[in-house]
């Protein structure tokens, strides 16, 4: 089988789409170089690297300490072998611990990119945490060429220029570098653990509702950057991708390849963009204040099949807005002053922060936010007369809790929190303190101002959750 067609090397197909979009959508060029998607693509790593590298040092291999298994060998070990044999000089940096898994902090960042002085090309393989290492190493040495060498469906991440730095305990999502060539090969990414691609299943079905977030943020007048362009990109694969659930689930090849389009055109989606909108909302700010949470001792669960979860959630309370809306809510938003909001954004990260960081960072983020809402106040107080408009047009955008619900079991992933190792009572603090986590805005910064985010109202969404199977 030849790489995918939906993803041919040179793109042409999604730079034809996205030079098509309005002139008022201020998108961004794709950055990547290419992509070669279908089984056995990783026997030509050592042609693409010789394509793009530079022409003195070594070929940088990074990756973390944890063994990748791909048709019988183990892919690390593989991949050295045939660049090796390919005349380089290999240089091996390994992100995280002997043990632990790899921290995207800037600890991390720094020592790797000291690890990779003088590098032709850096070469990364494995999960999106070491290949977000690797673009800010690339973009920190003066944008060495950067292959990265996907080896599970696990997340978005891979085919964008954006990264996760964790800063103290807070994620923080920021451009580096686009890589210039991405490998997926099929092979590998069948014979990956399972719980990895209904992890990258999972983290898609965002796609139901962040969209959704993006364009009433762009309506509240929070964000003027929402592109229907960007947002087709990411969804022009999801209903197929559902549909394939139960071949995702066996390991199916034409399942797994479809999966793998369309995380990557989900990361393209993204990187045009300049940040993660098309792809997080709501349900991505829960999913971080969970791994914010998880005591150090303890591993977080995986973020996609968080967000594959929370994505019901999410859902569930676009569908409970939205009614509101229609029954006369809008016409008494709040406007809370920042004398109000200030200590209430502290008080919400006190317990797992004692020290303030978390709560002083999360205010930096959430106060602009909170003033163009204030400042909004005369057009925001006739939004009511906006929204018909508007929900005819989240129809075809918001996917009903159900159908993900659905997706989730034919993939045979988790559905409730709990079966993740979430406790109860962080759930219920994550989903009543999302808004105020960061500057986007999303459907839970709503449902505040329309004074129905508070404790009871998240227990009720729980509730009506449980009906479902979804939930804590």
């Not at 995918?4 to 034809?16: G, H, P």
Request: aromatic letters at 4%; charged letters at 20%; proline letters at 5%.
């Amino acid at each position: 089988m030849a790489p995918s067609s939906v993803l041919a090397r040179d793109l042409s197909a999604v730079r034809a789409h996205l030079d098509a979009a309005p002139e008022t959508e201020a998108l961004r060029p794709i950055g990547l170089g290419g992509v070669l998607l279908g089984p056995g693509v990783i026997d030509r790593v050592a042609d693409v690297v010789n394509e793009i590298r530079r022409p003195d040092g070594d070929v940088v291999l990074f990756a973390d300490n944890r063994p990748m298994f791909g048709g019988g060998a183990e892919v690390k070990a593989s991949i050295e072998l045939r660049l090796v044999e390919a005349g380089f000089n290999v240089r091996k940096v390994t992100v995280g611990g002997e043990n632990a898994r790899p921290r995207p902090d800037l600890d991390t960042i720094e020592a790797a990119t000291r690890d990779s002085e003088g590098a032709a090309a850096l070469v990364s393989v494995g999960s999106g945490t070491v290949v977000d290492v690797a673009k800010s190493v690339s973009a920190a040495l003066g944008n060495v060429p950067h292959v990265a060498v996907q080896t599970a469906a696990s997340v978005n991440g891979f085919s964008g220029d954006l990264t996760a730095l964790v800063v103290g305990r807070v994620k923080h999502i920021s451009c580096a570098r686009w890589v210039d060539r991405l490998l997926i090969d099929t092979d590998i990414v069948a014979h990956a653990p399972a719980e990895l691609n209904r992890s990258g299943f999972g983290d898609l079905l965002a796609n139901y509702t962040a969209p959704a977030d993006w364009m009433l943020a762009n309506l509240v007048g929070q964000d003027d950057s929402y592109s229907a362009a960007a947002v087709e990109l990411t969804r022009s694969h999801l209903d197929a991708i559902v549909e394939r659930a139960d071949g995702i689930h066996r390991g199916d090849r034409e399942a797994i390849d479809e999966l793998c389009a369309a995380l990557t055109l989900s990361g393209i989606s993204m990187g045009v963009a300049g940040h993660s909108a098309p792809g997080s909302g709501m349900e991505h700010t829960v999913a971080h204040l969970i791994e914010i949470a998880t005591p150090p001792d303890e591993r977080p669960p995986l973020h996609g099949a968080t967000v594959g979860a929370l994505s019901v959630l999410s859902a569930l309370l676009w569908s409970r807005v939205r009614v509101q809306a229609r029954g006369g809510r809008l016409h008494a938003l709040r406007f809370p002053s920042a004398a109000e909001m200030e200590p209430r954004v502290r008080a919400a990260f006190a317990d797992v922060d004692p020290s303030g960081q978390i709560g002083d960072a999360c205010w930096e983020a959430y106060s602009p936010k909170l003033e163009r809402w204030n400042n909004a106040r005369p057009e925001l107080e006739k939004l009511f007369e906006q929204w018909p408009a508007f929900d005819a047009q989240l129809e075809g955008l918001v996917g009903s809790p159900e159908l993900i619900v659905g997706a989730l079991r034919a993939v045979r992933a988790p559905v409730r929190l709990g079966q993740l190792g979430v406790r109860n009572e962080t759930t219920e603090w994550a989903l009543a303190s999302c808004h105020m986590l960061r500057e986007r805005f999303t459907v839970a910064d709503l449902a505040f101002f329309m004074g129905m985010w508070e404790t009871g109202d998240v227990h009720e969404l729980l509730i009506a959750a449980a009906r479902l199977g979804a939930g804590l």
